[in-house]
């Protein structure tokens, strides 16, 4: 296990120093830099820009621009943030809370509504209620997100919607919130989270029911189920006990897979709602060509991804004796 | 184990959407109580003036840190008399005019308790001027020879020569800095110490918190020199996109939005029962700019742009009017040239060319263009009167006006393609290859009418006359108009340098005037100034009947 989870651990190092590399170039490859925009609307002369730049290193050819972040990137320092002035990992250590909140709250949406929904309709494939879900399924499966968020919003939120029941934006009552109690917080916090997290996780939940619906009916047909139903049991002690934790094992993997959906998910979600996350603050990021900034987040979520396929492959393990001697 | 009932987590549910959070007591009254919640798309990345480049940064800074004195309710470059005290009290000319000496005001004082004195206004002219900082406005501090302490509240500028500018210049680019506290930090390192983002300013708010990505809170100092803010906090949220922050505005999350873009979102803010728009004089005003170099190579005439007929023609082929009228509604204005609405040189009747089609005509064909494969698009010699407008993406304004803009010059027969660049992509065209036929861009204008110098003469060839525009007689008044002290000489010599730039049509000015803010309409004295919209904010106030539970927070 120990061997296992070292070789996961150093190919991981390997994807992220990858990543790291072609996210550099690629960025630093894209017309303009932090500067560009400076001429538009303002009186930034050329030599208040050029100076600008030599200050932050960006006037030296694009090979030692490269092993400068490198090395730096080896000692963990992701450098400065040209928009902001402070440090990367500072900045994005800022961010990373209320995106992670937001993935995690939109993953146990996402999981526990499509697996109940995909384990019932295969637990009942052919049936009108299966193909009602399935319509419904498919739907919002093909709902963009930022539209189903805006959507969500005209029919709950506060002032905007039809019902008048959630807060629009943001991730806590502004100029409130500070004098609340810590109940007070926590209710504000989580009052908050629904509206974004549910459009997150209602079109996550859509594809998962697909996966889940698929490998309820390949277990179903299976021989031990039979087995099962011959020996007299419950036909609900059937489909939870033993077709439902069997069918979960490719979920497993999916839910290894969701990590990087879910993150550029994130972006759109925490655009509509002014989520404060990682997502907004990388495309402001990349607008301003902050070059550290987006590499930096592009090596914080691949360490995300590896990291979370590393936990899917451990669960997969740990549920599947199958798969425990292969390494 | 217990099984959880079926109803508990619709209970649960239930409460949280029903809930609002257990509010604490609500203390404040009085007249000082309200909260202002502003927002806007950027955020700044520091709060020290000094590297202030964009209007949201400097917003957030000018209530942080006031200047010495500033321009008046008619704001103009020229003189001292229009000024109105800030730090300094008083202010006096020597007999040769190069020396102005400031008398600071005894009450200013810094938010840990400390007097500002003349000390930190020489430093502050020291970091301005430096080189390592290269703050923005250094350059137009080039006239100062030098800023020293005669006592701890007295300080004299002394200028390398007279002009009408001079007090203008002392007091308007630099916003005072604390000695005490900065003095010891490496100036290369200034602008990512801590106190970069955590600052000790001298203004009517302070600094309370800063919530990386969503928010910015100030509290009033109640001790201010100038008098007890009307507001007791200050909020400045950052948002994303303008349709997100409207329905924040909407949904009573934020009180005031500037500027509302797009007819669509002004009028769902008229459709809000508790807000209110208003329309505000704005510094900025967008233009069409050809580029008078071959895209292909710099070194050439453009090979249309480079014929001053042409542009003429072009400029009469559109009609300003109807672009504005349809993508601002009545709050725009056609913009007499280059300068905005409300600026003291602006005049209506600066000359300029008239929409006429039919001498656009007239003039293309005596050009020797002709619709000759009947087309719909004039050729000459072979080649189609076509060219392209490179735009950012990011203006919603700028891509609809250019929108109008194709579909007028299309019935002149002229094929304008347009590209739209993604913000970067567009100002690496623009101001950094300078590889293109026109853009549509915008400038902002301060109250001094050298804005015009930089985008429209030759001294603005590096900076911001990126089509490589130039007129030596237009060049030569210039210098004229900044020198000539007599006000209403002036202004008639900077109209005729707008007028002669008209006449060389090097842009078409499309749009400028007049910007829509969404407010809530709780708040009172409410006023937007022409040079800096964010001057006024401290002096909102929310009467006591109308205070709503984010302005009745008690206080720290």
Known sequence: MVRFVARRLLQGVAVVFLVATLAFILFRLAPGDPFTRMGDASSASQEFKAQARRNLGLDQPLHTQYFRYIANLARGDLGMSFSEQRPVLRAIADRVPATVVLAAAALLIDFLLGIFIGAAQGSRAGSKADDLLSVLTLTLYSVPVFWLGLMLMLVFAHNVGLLDLLPATGSKTTGVYEYLTPLGQLTDR?????????????????????????????????????????????????????????????????????????????????????????????????????????????????????????????????????????? | MKRISSLTIPAVLAALVGSEG??????????????????????????????????????????LFWRLADV????????????????????????????????????????????????????????????????????????????????????????????????????????????????????????????????????????????????????????????????????WQFSSDVPTMVTQLAAGEVDVLYPVTGLENIDRIRGEPDLRTVDVQSNAYAYVAFNFRDPADLDRPHPLFADRRLRRALTMAVDRAVIVRSVMGDAGVVPVGPVTAGHWIWDDDIEQLPYDPDRARTLL????????????????????????????????????????????????????????????????????????????????????????????????????????????????????????????VAKEMWKAVIGLINGDAPAIWIYGGVVTVGIHD???????????????????????????????????
């Not at chain 2, 300094?88 to 008398?103: I, K, N, P």
């Not at chain 2, 701890?152 to 002392?170: C, I, K, L």
Request: negative net charge.
């Open chain 1, 190 to 327: 989580i009052r908050h989270l629904i509206l974004p997290a549910v459009a997150l996780g209602l079109v996550g939940a859509a594809g998962t029911a697909r996966y889940q619906r698929a490998a309820m009916l390949d277990v179903i047909r299976q021989d031990f189920i039979r087995t099962a139903r011959a020996k007299g049991l419950r036909e609900r002690s059937v489909l939870l006990g033993h077709a439902l934790r069997n069918s979960l094992l490719p979920i497993i993997t999916l839910f290894g897979l969701s990590f990087p959906i879910l993150l550029s998910g994130t972006v759109l979600v925490e655009t509509v709602f002014a989520w404060p996350g990682l997502g907004k603050f990388v495309v402001d990021a990349i607008f301003a060509r902050d070059y550290n900034v987006v590499t930096g987040a592009v090596i914080i979520s691949a360490c995300m991804v590896v990291l979370g396929n590393l936990l899917a492959d451990l669960l997969y393990r740990a549920v599947d004796p199958r798969v425990r001697g292969v390494v």
């Open chain 2, 22 to 63: 257990c509010a604490p007591d609500l203390s404040c009254e009085g007249d000082w109580c309200g909260t202002l919640v502003m927002v806007s798309p950027a955020e700044p990345p520091t709060l020290l003036p000094i590297f202030a480049q964009f209007d949201i940064h400097i917003a957030l800074a000018a209530q």
């Open chain 2, 72 to 235: 008046g309710p008619n704001p103009t470059s020229r003189g001292h008399e229009s000024f109105v005290p800030g730090l300094a009290e008083q202010w006096e000319f020597s007999d040769d005019s190069l020396t102005v000496v400031f008398r600071l005001n005894p009450a200013a004082r810094w938010h840990d308790g400390a007097p500002v004195t003349a000390r930190d206004v020489a430093f502050t002219f020291d970091v301005y001027r430096d080189t390592i900082i290269n703050a923005l406005p250094r350059s137009r501090l080039d006239r100062i020879v030098s800023v020293t302490e005669r006592d701890p509240a007295t300080v004299a500028f002394q200028f390398s020569e007279r002009y009408p500018e001079q007090f203008f210049d002392a007091v308007y680019h630099m916003r005072i800095l604390p000695h005490h506290l900065l003095d010891t930090i490496p100036r290369a390192g200034l602008r990512n110490h801590p106190v970069a983002r955590n600052p000790v300013g001298n203004g009517p708010f302070r600094l309370r918190r800063w919530d990386a990505g969503e928010a910015i809170e100030l509290l009033a100092d109640s001790t201010f020199f100038a008098g007890r803010p009307s507001v007791r906090r200050l909020l």
């Open chain 2, 365 to 488: 064909s005596e050009l020797g263009w002709s619709d000759s494969d009947a087309d719909g698009v004039l050729d000459r010699d072979g080649q189609p009167l076509s060219f392209e407008l490179l735009i950012s993406s990011t203006s919603v304004l700028r891509v609809r006006s250019a929108v109008f803009l194709q579909e007028q010059l299309k019935q002149a027969g002229i094929d304008m393609t347009i590209q739209t660049l993604e913000p970067n992509a567009w100002g690496s065209r623009v101001f950094g290859s300078r590889r293109f036929d026109s853009y549509f861009g915008s400038w902002l204008q301060d109250p001094s009418p050298g804005s015009v110098t930089e985008s429209w003469t030759a001294a603005g060839i590096d900076a911001g006359n990126v089509g490589g525009y130039t007129n030596s007689e237009i060049d030569r008044l210039v210098q004229s108009a900044r020198s000539e002290f007599d006000p209403a």
């Open chain 2, 522 to 556: 709780r708040f009172e004295n409410v006023s937007f100034p022409w040079d800096e919209w964010w001057k006024n904010l401290w002096m909102f106030r929310v009467a006591a009947s109308r205070l709503i539970d984010r302005d009745l927070m008690p206080a720290y």
